[in-house]
């Protein structure tokens, strides 16, 4: 089984000035436009998921936070309710600092969804929540990307998701092919960090 912790963050100065090309966390040029699944089964996907990649410059998860957790259940009036659960492990009482509840809108025949925290999300929005690949049943590979300064700069991430604390690492390479096929200006190995995960670690 994979194991999960806290991957060493490396210097992304270095690796600019060495000639090799970083792209997650803010970087030049506009989002690009990966392909996604064509159809999302809402219901199918409806549940808790567990974050096994996350990416370490993502500015709205406090870093350290382990034992993540996304848990979707369908809301009265269609939009899906999304509650983010995760702690500074070892200390499960610090979830309050961590965790959020939202919303989100989903689109059967896009494959993307629209999540918010603070407000109620809009059909008219752009899609942040872009479903690349799923089985339903063992994983979802999730990407979201923001343009600023009129699209000269973005800030784009992924994260890796089972329905299981843990994924093999047969799975878990196939996942990161994925990203590859799908996005390639995105370096995987260096922005990806591994949350902590796993029934002998966490309280869920």
């Not at 994979?2 to 506009?30: C, D, H, Q, Y």
């Not at 990407?143 to 998701?161: E, K, M, P, Q, S």
């Not at 093999?168 to 990806?192: C, E, G, H």
Request: aromatic share 16%; proline share 5%; with cysteine.
């Amino acid at each position: 089984m994979r194991k999960t912790g806290m991957m060493t963050s490396l210097i992304v100065l270095a690796l600019v000035s060495s000639g090799v090309v970083v792209e997650a966390g803010p970087w030049f040029g506009a989002c690009p436009a990966p392909e996604t699944i064509s159809t999302i089964d809402v219901n199918r996907y409806l549940g808790r998921w567990y974050n096994i990649q996350a990416d370490w410059a993502t500015p709205f998860q406090p870093v350290g936070t382990a034992c993540i957790t996304a848990t979707y259940s369908l809301r009265d009036d269609g939009a899906v309710n999304v509650v983010n659960n995760g702690y500074y492990w070892p200390w499960s009482f610090t979830s309050g600092l961590t965790s959020i509840e939202g919303a989100a809108l989903c689109f059967a025949d896009e494959g993307k969804c629209r999540v918010e925290f603070f407000k109620e999300p809009s059909a008219d929005s752009e899609r942040n929540y872009l479903i690349l690949d799923t089985d339903y049943d063992n994983y979802s590979i999730v990407y979201t990307c923001r343009n600023y300064a009129w699209g000269l700069i973005r800030w784009d991430y992924h994260w890796v998701l089972a329905r299981t604390p843990t994924m093999t690492d047969d799975l878990y390479n196939q996942m990161y092919q994925i990203i590859a096929d799908k996005v390639p200006s995105y370096v995987t190995w260096f922005w990806r960090t591994f949350p902590i995960q796993g029934d002998g670690l966490c309280t869920y």
